[in-house]
């Protein structure tokens, strides 16, 4: 019924920049919270940052400053601008959305991810 689909992830040399996005599509009523989480090899998933629909934000510590959460609410799209890019940065980033969905509820739903790896 609902699919996040994501895309922008790629190889950077530390320094960098990127830019992801997800579109979220389908039978979609309304989102509330949309976000970016990550998860490097061997550890947990680790929110980085979360917008809501009235466009307030929160970062992880780790990335405050380097990183930028925004969104389209026209088009269901949530982006994560990236800078100044660290090698601890590599991970596979997923896109996150609550969201209601038409004649059901209320969902979370996940992306499949997208990796980043920022080389040193």
């Known amino acids: 019924q609902v699919q996040l689909v994501e895309s922008g992830g790629g190889l950077v040399q530390a320094g960098g920049s990127l830019r992801l996005s997800c579109a979220a599509s389908?039978?979609?009523?309304?989102?509330?919270?949309m976000g970016w989480y990550r998860q490097a090899p061997g550890k947990q998933r680790e929110l980085v940052a979360v917008?809501?629909?009235?466009?307030?934000?929160d970062y992880a510590d780790s990335v405050k400053g380097r990183f930028t959460i925004s969104r389209d609410n026209a088009k269901n799209t949530v982006y994560l601008q990236m800078n100044s890019l660290k090698p601890e940065d590599t991970a596979v980033y997923y896109c996150?959305?609550?969201?209601?969905?038409?004649?059901?509820?209320?969902?979370?739903?996940w992306g499949q991810g997208t990796q980043v790896t920022v080389s040193s």
């Open positions: 996150n959305a609550e969201l209601i969905v038409v004649d059901s509820g209320w969902y979370d739903y």
């Open positions: 389908g039978s979609i009523f309304s989102i509330n919270a």
């Open positions: 917008i809501n629909n009235g466009g307030s934000t």
